[in-house]
Every structure is written in structure tokens, then in C-alpha cells.
């Protein structure tokens, strides 16, 4: 903790100096990633091969091997005495363990940290149970601390040919809505249908770029000057205890540019929502080339805020990225959301009768 010159203004004296610390750190909160299991560490080492501004790097798997190919600032094997470092072949319940096993190493690498985000699948074991049991050993933690947390999960489901995972992960999505601020969910099956039916490969490299670009874009608005900031307050008034959330990305170019990237963002949501007027609040984050205007900006906004209810809360943030010429990228996060596919009822088998 860095120390606080003395200073003979009464501040000091009625206020703890720790007190101060704590509320100046806010203006400047410290952000992590934390990726779990096989997914989680692809989609840290994506960016950390883009680079990110403001955000400490942490990949956790029971797979040494994975981990030893992932690129993170800090990687962490959970469960070496369970698992022995070879992973947890789709039992969530040894990711759980592992997690537990480990909990100390792992919650010390980032309990200082003000906004944290949880990767992973959704559907495997390492994963599933991992996110689920660190966000439940946050929670405990946090409850006693004085510094304030925003514990964020952003998780895909599995695709529909894994059958077997579909049960595994609504029940993870169950359980980590409940220890999370909110929880981003992108399924897997939207994302290839609205990126042209791609084949499993291509797909997963699709989710790991727009999660990437997704963690990317909200921690460098917090953290580096933009056109339009977006601060600690902003992001919590929208996502703390707020369910489940769904994204939408969308890009424009040339005349029009704003409605085309808006339009996309909303339709090729990645989540099935049931009914996005009940939604609780929406981030619109727009970044373009240096000719983006705040015109540009407003404009994006209003048109996604006429498909919500008028009590939605709404934040925005716009950055400028030099690589982008002429183009605009627009993010829509709508949260306080509910999912039919967690309220899917499953098929079931009945008694097979033999006569
Ligand atoms: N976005 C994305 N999803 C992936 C990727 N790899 C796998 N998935 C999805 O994530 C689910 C979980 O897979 P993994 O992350 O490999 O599993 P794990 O958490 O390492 O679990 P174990 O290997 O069983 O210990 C899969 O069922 C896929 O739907 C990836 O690189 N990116
Ligand atoms: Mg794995």
C-alpha cells in the first residue's frame, strides 16, 4: 500500500488515512481477469497477446500442460495434489476441489482488486467448477472487507452437439449467478449462427475475440483517457447483484455507420433473452477511428435505449482506437436479463415399458 504523506489539513485528522486510500484507489481501480480451466486461459492468452492497459492477466487451470502454453501475467495450477496437473476430464466436481485445494494462492493473487472478471466454458470440469467455487470463496471473503468489489462472470454455454455438458453448465450458470455481481453469458450456438454457421473451430475463436474484446474495451475506458469515461460508479450502478447479462457487438462503415454497428449490436445478441423490455440496465461502449464523434456517440446510445423499458439505466463509454479507420464498433451490455435456456425444461426419458 503506498504511503500517505502526513498533512496537517483536518481531513487527516477525522478521517482514517486507510479510509482515504481506499476511496482515492477508486478513481483508479485495480481490474483483473482471472480465466479457469481450457477456455478461460485461450481467451486471457488472446489478450494478452493483443496487450490490454490497466488490467493484471490471471489464467488458473488443473491443466499444466494448457497452462504451460497460456500467456498470462500470472499462472496458477490449482489442484496439483488432486489432479496431478492433468486436468479434470469434464467432472466439475474435482474443479470445485482443486479450486478449494488452492483457494489461498489464487485469492491472494486477486482479492486487492476492485473489478474482477471470471472467464470460462461453461460445460467442462476445470471451468464449471473452478468459477463457480471462487466465486462463492470471493463472496465470503468480500463480505468482511472494506474495499469495494465488482465480481463479474463471462462464460459461454456449450454447443448443442455437447449434449452431455448442456446440464453441466446450466447448472454452474445456476449457482454462479448467485455468487456473482452479474454474469455475462454468450452461447456458443448463437455466436455461430450469427457468424455464418463457422465450424467449431473458427467458432470458438470468434468467442474468444469478442469476450477478449469485450474485457479489453471496459477496462481501457476505465483506465486510459477516452472520448467518453467510464468509472467504477458507472459500472457498478449497472451490474452489482445485477443476474445474468447478455452482449452484442455490431460494426459500421461509411454513411450510416452508427445504425449499422447499433442494429447489429441489438440483433446478434449472443444470449437468448426472454424479454429484453425487463431488462435493468445497458452499457453501450462505442470505439471508432480519430474521426468518431461525440454526435456519433449520443446517437448510438439513443437508438439502443428505444428498444428498452424508460427506467433501464443506462452507461456509455467511447474510445478511440487508432488501428480503426473510418469504422465504428459498437458493444451493447443489457443486464438484469433473463435466459429461456436456463428455464428450458429438460427432455426426458421416460420408463421404458417392455410391453
Ligand atoms: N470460447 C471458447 N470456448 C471453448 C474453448 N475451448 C472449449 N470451449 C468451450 O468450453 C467448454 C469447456 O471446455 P474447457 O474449457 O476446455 O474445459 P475445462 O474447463 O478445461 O475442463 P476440463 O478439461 O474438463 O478440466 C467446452 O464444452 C466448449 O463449449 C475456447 O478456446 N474458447
Ligand atoms: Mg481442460
Partial sequence: MAVIPQTETPIAIHTGEDEIEQFAKLAQPTIMAVGLGGAGSNIITWIKEKGIVGAKLVAVNTDANHLRITKADRRILIGANLTKG????GYPELGAKALLESADKVVQEIADANIIFLVAGLGGGTGTGAIVALSEELRKRFTESPVPHLVIGVVTLPFEVETARMEIAKKGLDSLKKSCDTVVVIDNNRLVKIAGNLPFKEALGVANTTIGKFIKGITETITTASLINLDYADLRAI??????????????????????????????RLLDIEDVTKARGLLIHVSGGEDLTLFEVSHAAEIVKRSLPPKAKVVWGARVDEEMHGSV???AVVTGVESAFLKRREKRIGPIKLR
Fill in 239 to 268: 451490474m452489482q447483484g445485477a443476474g445474468l447479462a447478455s452482449i452484442g457487438v455490431g460494426e459500421g462503415a461509411g454513411e450510416g455507420r452508427v445504425e449499422q454497428a447499433v442494429e447489429k449490436a441489438i440483433n446478434g
Fill in 329 to 331: 464498433s459498437v458493444m
Fill in 86 to 89: 492433468l486436468g479434470c476430464g
